[in-house]
Structure formats: structure tokens, C-alpha cells
């Protein structure tokens, strides 16, 4: 009996301290030890003294992996949830005997490959990091490849390629909480937590990145001004989650990360509350947006790529929008636009949100000479400047058109439905033309040739607002 209860308690222990030393398991801090844990750490110690007496984020980082794709060395922790203890998951591949899930639990699986069985069957094959054997996860029916294209995966199994590139990109990071639901740890050697609500739009600051569950393999511990920690655990590539893409509403949807936190880093949703930590920051436009000329007082078209350093954001009493009000950090002229700071209240009006608009860092660099950009600071085109030049004075444009010899056309619908025809010989301006008469046809320019649709260097999509009479681009000259 004595014998018995032995074997458990250095069971336990083994378990508890598999768990501690591995540091893909975190804890938020004041998790109390229980009094079985405070033995096991007096047996842990009892057999170091003998020992010595004897002598370690939504659409660019987070790669979503199909199984069908998985690749040889792809690292993986088995985390089982309790319907897992009761259906043994991995085989042992040297003994062929099932293998409780419980005894697996906190190891670190590598990806092998996939083969078939004796019997025909597919089999998913493993090697265990932490104590070097061979294991395979046994598809019950049908072929690999027609079970790798379904979202079940393999069970238990969380993915640590997320773990460890959140690990890299988020340590230390500053973050604002996105929803009021989080949790907090209240066992020490086990994956019992508490529901805790915080207020949403908070800074909080990573202190600690490790391994979740399943579902959501990414742990992230971040702590509040005053000390309190909590944490969230999130799915980041989807990879072996076993949730469709469509699963993910209601309850479900915080778990993912942008819906539980906001990088400082980037311009996704800016609230009342953190809008101020984004003046400063250097963003570049995604899409074409108009924007007031601060020199010109007139509505400009802006190209992609444009950049500039937000200079304030002003939220407006009466509506969601707000001014924002940039500088262009190669003319240094000022420019304001209206924007809906948060993606939730742009909602069917998705192009004016300042998270579709900007995105974070620099953008396409120009060079120019001073000459000229007094000449883009009011909007102007001259001749002699280069495309991206007349991007930048004049937006991109409306239409293209190719001419005779080699030459091609930029087209602008101005706002009072006249046309501006810019010439280029050699990606250079030789000429540019005020045509009275617009919307635009190509039959206006009789220099043309039949409306044979861009052959320049770029072809350009028709503007936003649409180049067949529509609202058009005021280009001053």
C-alpha cells in the first residue's frame, strides 16, 4: 500500500515538475501552491540534495498551416482537455499499445511525416522531444490526403510555431485590452482559472508568453498599471485549432487575438481612450483617400504608400469621427481627413475607418527637389515630374490611356467635371492639358488612340468615387 501511494505522489511530482521547468507554462502571479504541490517541491528538493550529493501577431506573422502542409520538425505540446483522458489520442510506434493522454501531457511532439499501417491505415507520426520516442496518431477512416483537408487535425496536439513567434514579438510589448473578459490562474500544477472583468480599451503591458490550450495555443500574461495580472488565451495562424474560421462568433470570438488585444504598434481601432498614444507615430495611406491641402485649402487626392507623421486626432462631439491631422514627411505640408476611429462603429462604412485608411510605418519614399515639392505642396503638376511625383501632387489617376510614339496619359476628373490630361514621354511630363468639356471619354483627347486602356508603366484602377461622371480629384494648375 505505502508502496502504492509512493509511486502516485512520484507521479504527481514528476508531472508537476515537467510542468514547472518547461517555460511554454505560465502563470499569472498570486496563484497559491497547494499543500500536495509544497510536498512535491520538498521531495523535488530532498532528491536534488541527494543528486548533488552524488556528485526556455493578424495577418503577417502567424502563418495558418494546413495538416496537409505540415512540415518535418513542426514542434506541437500535448494539452488535453478532459474528453482526451478518456479517448487515448498517440499510439506507441515500439510497442504498439495506446497511450494515456495524461502521461503525454506538457510534451513536446515533432512532426515526422505521415505513412500508412499494415491494415491500410494512415497514420501521423511523431517524435516525442522529450523522452525520444516514436508515436502516431491513427486516422480511423479514409486517406491522408482526404483527412488533412478537414479542420479536425490532430487532437490534443497545441502548435508552438505560434507560441514561439508571439514569444519574440510580443514580450515586453504594450498592448490595449480589447474586451472586459479575461481569466486568471488559480492552480498552481493544474489549468484551473477564475473569469475576471477588466475595463476594455486598457494599457496593459506582456510580462509572460507561453502555451494555452488547443483551441487556443497562445497564453498571453499581460499586467495593468497597478500590478494586476491576467491573461488570454488566443489563436493566432488557426493551425491543428479543430475550429472552422466560422466557428469563431459569439463567446468565441474574443479568443481571437485582435479581439482580445490591440498592439501598440499598429493602427488597427483607436478608442477615446488610446488615441493619444498614436500622435507621433509615422503611418502610410493603404488605400487612395482625399485629404485637405492645409496650403491650398482644397480636397486632394492622396496615392497608396503616401506617408506622413500624425501630427493630433481630434474626436468630434456629434459622431464617431474624428480630424486627423498629418504631416507629409517629404514636403512637410499639413493635411487633414474625417476617419472613424473604432472598427466597430464603421460598420457599413468601412472606407472612411482610420484602420482601412493608415497603416503603420513609412512608406514610399520620393526624391524630389525642392522646386518641385513647393509645386506638390499646392497641388500642382509641372513638367518635367517624374509618376511618382504626380502621384503625390495630384493622387493616382482617374484613367489611363496610351498614345501615339510611345507616349501615355494620366486622366483626372476634376471637381467641376473638367478633365486634366497629363502627358509622360519617358516616365517624365512633357505636357499637360485642361480639357473644358468632361466626364471622360476618350474620344475628348483626339491624340488618343481609340481608348486603348493603359500601356504605361501602371495601368490605374478607376477612382473610388469612379471616373464616369462622378465626384473627381480638384487639381489646381
Known amino acids: 500500500m505505502k508502496r502504492t501511494i509512493f509511486a502516485a505522489c512520484m507521479a504527481i511530482a514528476f508531472l508537476t515538475a515537467s510542468a514547472q521547468s518547461n517555460s511554454y507554462i505560465v502563470k499569472t502571479k498570486g496563484v497559491k501552491k497547494s499543500a500536495q504541490t509544497h510536498m512535491q517541491d520538498e521531495l523535488a528538493e530532498a532528491q536534488q540534495d541527494e543528486e548533488e550529493a552524488s556528485q526556455d501577431f493578424i495577418s503577417q506573422n502567424f502563418k495558418f498551416h494546413s495538416l496537409c502542409d505540415w512540415e518535418k520538425g513542426m514542434k506541437f505540446m500535448v494539452m488535453p482537455d478532459k474528453y482526451d483522458l478518456v479517448v487515448k489520442t498517440f499510439t506507441d510506434a515500439s510497442t504498439e499499445k495506446e497511450v494515456s493522454s495524461m502521461t503525454l501531457k506538457y510534451k513536446i511532439m515533432v512532426y515526422q511525416g505521415h505513412d500508412e499501417s499494415k491494415d491500410g491505415h494512415a497514420r501521423i507520426n511523431f517524435i516525442c522531444q522529450d523522452n525520444g520516442k516514436p508515436y502516431y496518431y491513427e486516422i480511423g477512416y479514409g486517406t491522408f490526403d482526404d483527412y488533412c483537408f478537414q479542420k479536425m487535425g490532430v487532437p490534443t496536439l497545441a502548435y508552438l510555431g505560434d507560441v514561439d513567434i508571439a514569444k519574440e514579438k510580443l514580450m515586453d510589448k504594450t498592448l490595449f485590452t480589447k474586451t472586459k473578459h ?111 491641402n492645409e496650403v491650398s485649402s482644397k480636397q486632394q487626392s492622396i496615392p497608396r504608400l503616401a506617408e506622413y507623421r500624425i501630427e493630433s486626432i481630434t474626436p468630434h462631439k456629434a459622431d464617431d469621427y474624428a480630424t486627423v491631422k498629418l504631416k507629409n514627411t517629404t514636403t512637410g505640408n499639413f493635411f487633414y481627413t474625417d476617419a472613424i476611429l473604432d472598427m466597430y462603429k464603421a460598420e457599413g462604412n468601412e472606407n472612411k475607418f482610420f484602420g482601412a485608411i493608415f497603416a503603420p510605418g513609412p512608406g514610399k519614399k520620393v526624391v524630389t527637389s525642392e522646386g518641385t515639392r513647393a509645386m506638390i505642396r499646392q497641388g500642382h503638376v509641372g513638367i518635367g515630374m517624374t509618376e511618382d511625383e504626380v502621384e503625390m501632387a495630384a493622387g493616382e489617376p482617374d484613367h489611363v490611356e496610351t498614345g501615339k510614339g510611345g507616349q501615355y496619359f494620366w486622366v483626372f476628373q476634376r471637381s467641376n467635371n473638367k478633365l486634366l490630361y497629363v502627358e509622360f514621354d519617358g516616365s517624365a511630363v512633357v505636357k499637360k492639358t485642361a480639357v473644358a468639356d468632361g466626364p471622360y471619354s476618350p474620344s475628348v483627347n483626339p491624340t488618343l488612340n481609340s481608348g486603348k486602356k493603359g500601356k504605361g508603366k501602371k495601368a490605374a484602377p478607376k477612382a473610388v468615387n469612379g471616373w464616369m461622371g462622378g465626384s473627381g480629384t480638384p487639381i489646381e494648375n
Do not use: W
Open 182 to 292: 479575461y481569466r486568471i490562474d488559480t492552480e498552481y500544477d493544474g489549468e484551473g482559472y477564475q473569469d475576471v472583468e477588466v475595463d476594455a480599451d486598457m494599457e496593459v503591458k506582456v510580462v509572460a508568453v507561453g502555451v494555452g490550450s488547443r483551441k487556443y495555443p497562445v497564453k498571453i500574461v499581460v499586467e495593468d498599471k497597478n500590478g494586476n495580472q491576467f491573461y488570454q488565451n488566443v489563436t493566432m495562424s488557426k493551425t491543428n485549432c479543430g475550429m472552422r474560421d466560422d466557428e469563431f462568433v459569439a463567446d468565441e470570438a474574443r479568443y481571437l487575438f485582435n479581439n482580445s488585444f490591440e498592439l501598440m504598434d499598429d493602427i488597427m481601432s483607436i478608442s477615446s481612450r488610446n488615441y493619444k498614444q498614436y500622435v507621433g507615430k509615422v503611418v502610410h495611406t493603404k488605400i487612395p483617400v482625399r485629404m485637405l
